[in-house]
């Protein structure tokens, strides 16, 4: 069984920096793209920033140019450097794969989400 596990969420002030990692493990044959997702109390769940298989790179206009999306050499991870963090970032981060488990279709996988607060 696939699961993807966050970490590296919490309480910073604003400006500050997190990163935050996700770990997909389980019988995973391949992964198309990896995610981070966020979600706001009384929002809805928006895409802050993915990765292809190729490398390649989106952000939502709210981040780009203080969060980075990686993947570093060690199979099946990602993270998101967050730098100059603002109050509006505050949410839960949800991590989120594309991917094929074997003898499973390709699906959508999703970790449990880690807090992330910035206070003024």
């Known amino acids: 069984q696939v699961q993807l596990v966050e970490s590296g969420g919490g309480l910073v002030q604003s400006g500050g920096s997190l990163r935050l990692s996700c770990v997909a493990s389980g019988s995973i044959f391949s992964i198309n793209t990896m995610s981070w997702y966020r979600q706001a109390p009384g929002k809805q769940r928006e895409l802050v920033a993915k990765?292809?298989?190729?490398?390649?790179?989106n952000y939502a206009d709210s981040v780009k140019g203080r969060f980075t999306i990686s993947t570093p050499n060690a199979k099946n991870t990602v993270y998101l450097q967050m730098n100059s963090l603002k109050p509006e970032d505050t949410a839960v981060y949800y991590c989120n794969a594309d991917l094929l488990e074997f003898g499973v279709s390709w699906r959508d996988y999703w970790g449990q989400g880690t807090q992330v607060t910035v206070s003024s």
């Open positions: 990765i292809t298989n190729s490398g390649s790179t």
